[in-house]
């Protein structure tokens, strides 16, 4: 059985979705150390000025280097107002935008001030699957996974600060603004959602 393993992501990129498809498990990182400027609390949307990044705000609980599992959604900033906003002005035009839009906004309706970071994304990310229509094997790590010749370790590899994985980028597929800015293979699997609707699983698996 082939296994993976991946960090946690709010509104993870395609091809993160895309390496879930080619592996029978998937093993979510949890009690790793949490890196800044990843994908574990960002997304990157594409807007009519262009790739724009949406961060959650996030606070430590313990004194200390902390782990991913001890992350908490900040109590300090408005970001669901603003992530909400952003995401509505960028995809209100697009195919499917109100036909997903109910099942997204209670994320950004509903408080989630001092709730961890972890469950957020995997409460998302369920959703997610769901709409993708798509039932892999995911489980979440209990303690730090070690690298091992059994699994394909992209914890880090799939980082805002690396260049994606070339046989994971998606193929081209309708993106509103892209008579504007081109096509853009790393963004949210959002915007795959939002413009592809239930041709978003053929891409992935393309």
């Excluded at 989630?112 to 469950?119: E, M, P, V």
């Excluded at 690298?147 to 980028?169: C, F, G, M, N, Q």
Aim: a neutral charge; hydrophobic letters at 35%; aromatic letters at 14%.
């Amino acid at each position: 059985m082939s296994t993976l393993y991946l960090s946690t992501a709010y509104l993870a990129p395609i091809f993160y979705y895309k390496a879930i498809c080619r592996y029978d498990h998937t093993v979510i990182e949890a009690h790793s150390h949490y890196i800044k400027q990843s994908y574990r609390n960002r997304c990157i949307i594409m807007s009519a000025g262009g790739p724009l990044s949406l961060t959650i705000p996030v606070e430590r609980t313990l004194p200390g280097k902390p782990f991913t599992k001890d992350m908490r959604i900040s109590k300090h900033n408005h970001w669901q107002h603003i992530h909400w906003n952003a995401i509505t002005s960028a995809y209100s035009s697009s195919p499917f935008f109100e036909y997903f839009r109910d099942d997204f906004y209670p994320f950004y309706q509903k408080p989630q001030a001092g709730r961890f970071l972890l469950d957020y994304n995997q409460d998302l990310q369920e959703m997610i699957l769901r709409l993708l229509n798509i039932s892999p094997s995911i489980t979440y790590s209990d303690s730090f996974l070690s690298p091992t010749d059994d699994a394909v370790d992209l914890r880090e590899a799939i980082s805002p600060k690396h260049k994606p994985i070339k046989e994971l980028l998606p193929r081209p597929y309708y993106q509103v603004f892209s008579m504007k800015w081109g096509f853009l293979p790393t963004l949210s699997i959002i915007d795959l959602l939002f413009n592809m609707g239930n041709e978003s699983l053929l891409v992935l698996r393309d």
